[in-house]
Nanobody, 118 residues
């Protein structure tokens, strides 16, 4: 499994931007698909964005499309989530996850809190 550590969360006002980072401790980082999920209070964890290892294909949830951008820097073993035009409904704990040969996202970080005030 991959160890993942997120950072970059915080408290911001609606309309602001944040960039989340997730550093992975694995030698073959470039061979993993990476994703961001989030979980709001009282709700189930939901998919936010994904970037594949083989072709860098990006997929976004409809709720964040056009506002969030996922990217990766394989040289730094890091995946980012640039979040613009934040809304109060984006408030959640954000988790990064990695998917390798198992075919499922089975490595998770501890999460970073994002709170957007209106």
């Amino acid at each position: 499994q991959v160890q993942l550590v997120e950072s970059g969360g915080g408290l911001v006002q609606a309309g602001a931007s944040l960039r989340l980072s997730c550093v992975a401790s694995v030698r073959t980082f470039s061979n993993y698909d990476l994703a961001w999920f989030r979980q709001a209070p009282g709700k189930e964890r939901e998919f936010v964005a994904q970037i594949t290892w083989i072709d860098g294909l990006r997929i976004y949830a409809d709720s964040v499309k056009g506002r969030f951008t996922i990217s990766r820097d394989n040289a730094k073993n890091t995946v980012y989530l640039q979040m613009n035009s934040l809304k109060p409904e984006d408030t959640a704990v954000y988790y990064c996850a990695a998917r390798g040969l198992s075919g499922s996202y089975d490595s998770w970080g501890q999460g970073t809190q994002v709170t957007v005030s209106s």
